[in-house]
């Protein structure tokens, strides 16, 4: 009797990993939301939010992927993350090098996936793939808001009012917004 493609112990392994690693991201925004919220920049501290809400979709999105295909999703346990930051311009420095580690990763199970001929995994893993892309060039261009107009208070104050209005434009989606 067929019983159908299972997940491999490395790709579970692999997706295990990127559990933990979301989780870790989710909980990273959310300490670089206190922070932009204690001192002040409350449109940043809504989009770290925000960030952390999704982060812990993509981890729930990975935790339901790894059940559905006969495999043994893992809980992440995550330690301690950095409470404490310098600037709001260190808070995005931050936040776009973990987008660019999350990315590597995601880059990482693809190449696994497609190495073991692991369709139904290159298929689920290039939603992560498209959704970096936009990710990064977020905080990308909110670290560049810090080099077209300073750091001085007025400066931190446009920049922070400047945050929400960020807006991607997606190449996979042709002309819509
Ligand atoms: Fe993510
Ligand atoms: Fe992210």
Not at 21 to 38: I, T, V
Not at 100 to 116: F, K, Q
């Amino acid at each position: 009797m067929k019983t159908g493609k299972t997940l491999s112990p490395a790709i579970e392994q692999a997706l295990n990993q990127q559990i933990k690693m979301e989780a870790l991201s989710s909980s990273k925004y959310l300490a670089a939301a206190a922070w932009c919220d204690a001192h002040g920049y409350s449109n940043s501290a809504e989009f770290l939010f925000a960030q952390a809400d999704e982060e812990r979709q993509h981890m729930m999105k990975i935790f339901h992927y790894v059940c559905d295909m006969g495999g043994h999703a893992i809980s992440p346990s995550i330690g301690e993350v950095q409470h404490k930051f310098s600037s709001l311009r260190e808070i995005f420095e931050y936040a776009l090098e973990s987008e660019v580690n999350v990315t590597e990763a995601i880059d990482e199970i693809l190449t696994l996936a497609r190495r073991e001929n692991d369709y139904p995994t290159e298929n689920f893993i290039q939603w992560f793939v498209t959704e970096q892309i936009e990710e990064e060039y977020i905080v990308r261009r909110a670290v560049e808001l810090f080099d077209l107009m300073g750091e001085d208070k007025l400066a931190l104050f446009m920049i922070d009012e400047r945050i929400p209005k960020i807006s991607f434009h997606d190449p996979m989606k042709g002309s819509e917004k």
